[in-house]
Nanobody, 122 residues
Framework: QVQLVESGGGLVQAGGSLRLSCATSGRTFSSTDMGWFRQAPMKEREFVAA???????YYADSVKGRFTISRDNAKDTVYLQANSLKPEDTAVYYC????????????????WGQGTQVTVSS
């Protein structure tokens, strides 16, 4: 059984930083492309960042230059470093393992964590 467990969310002031972690188990992590998504109240789940099995990274325009996705294959963990946070970054953040083509499409991801809340105060 594949499990993804996010951690690291919290309440932070605008301009602050958080580091989200996603620990995985039950699948060959090192050969799996991973992604981070977020969902704010009353909004659709949206793509934030993705990293391929060999380390290529992709970002939504809204977070480019502020967020950094990375992975540690020895620890089966993917990270999202979020800097210069803005109130509009407030959302539940989810990590996911991609099983099909479509890097920015939630439906391409077959396994999801439970999410971690990020709240940015102004």
């Amino acid at each position: 059984q594949v499990q993804l467990v996010e951690s690291g969310g919290g309440l932070v002031q605008a301009g602050g930083s958080l580091r989200l972690s996603c620990a995985t188990s039950g699948r060959t992590f090192s050969s799996t492309d991973m992604g981070w998504f977020r969902q704010a109240p009353m909004k659709e789940r949206e793509f934030v960042a993705a990293i391929t099995w060999n380390g290529n990274t992709y970002y939504a325009d809204s977070v480019k230059g502020r967020f950094t996705i990375s992975r540690d294959n020895a620890k089966d963990t993917v990270y999202l470093q979020a800097n210069s946070l803005k109130p509009e970054d407030t959302a539940v953040y989810y990590c996911a393992a991609r099983l099909r083509p479509g890097r920015e499409i939630p439906g391409a991801y077959g396994y999801w964590g439970q999410g971690t809340q990020v709240t940015v105060s102004s």
